[in-house]
């Protein structure tokens, strides 16, 4: 009786294989998502600790530092009701509201600004240069696939991870800080989505790229990325940035809610529609460049 020969191992089967064992791979980066984790816990404590203890409704302590009626002991009591309803008091009233001040604080500044770029390059910059430094790179690019679809599968592997650690750990930061922070995830969550895709896409890229990929994604994103998003400088400059266009659609979701947001002269936005199709369209671009440069290098260049 004769046996038939096995049927040839499917390229796409293959692939997806790649992509699976890329996922499970990305399970042991450590170092990067150890600080990463170890940050998260520590502004977790303190969304903890000031939600327990202040609050985040902060008329009453921005009443006390301003005293905008003071101004009545001299011009009588008359003031009290033009100061009452004049636009510097409407001003205070909604920028000292719980979900405005957690959003400055916590969404706008702490994870916007520092945490969502550190947690994004955890991963993206692990999923080649984890290859690289155990020497495991030479395995897999012998196998049987194009180059640049290696590639994309080492970014569809991490990605599931990027996002759980970038959106889950705002999600953690959003729980701990009570009602205002549960009304700031579902506000923000996506586009903190959007931009976590283009960041990963990028610190993929300069993972794959590069000898010492950590480092040049550190540099990249702290005095880039944070400093341009948090600097005093035109908006017109800032849209270099990705950290721009992911702001622009958290300031859009702001604004549905009455939460302050940078005024025109610092920060001129684009429409959320705009932003989106940018950020997308940058995710998808950078793909694009990374496979066909991946699928470029010489071979020596990896060893």
Known sequence: MMLEAPAAQSPLRAWLFLVVFSFRRQARVKQMVGIAIGLLMICLLLVITFTASAGWNRYEWRMNRSKPYTVEHVAGGMAHAAIDQSEYMDRIRQETKPLAVFSKWVVF??????????FSLSFGTAAMGQEREGRSIVWLLTRPLPRSSIYLAKLLGLLPWSLALTVGGFGILCLAGGEPGQKAFVLYAPGIFA??????????????????????????????????SELPIPGTLKRLSINYYTRCLLYSSAETEGVPTETSSLFVPVSPTT??????????????????LFGRMEAKEEM
């Not at 000898?211 to 944070?226: D, M, R, S």
């Not at 932003?275 to 793909?287: H, K, R, S, Y």
């Open 195 to 228: 931009g976590t895709l283009a960041f990963s896409a990028l610190f993929h890229l300069i993972g794959a790229m590069f000898q010492k990929p950590g480092i040049v994604a550190l540099l990249y994103a702290f005095f880039f990325e944070t400093m341009l």
């Open 109 to 118: 500044l702490l994870f916007l600004g520092f945490l969502m770029p550190l």
């Open 275 to 292: 932003a989106w199709v940018v950020l997308i369209g940058t995710t998808v671009a950078i793909t694009g460049i990374g496979m066909w």
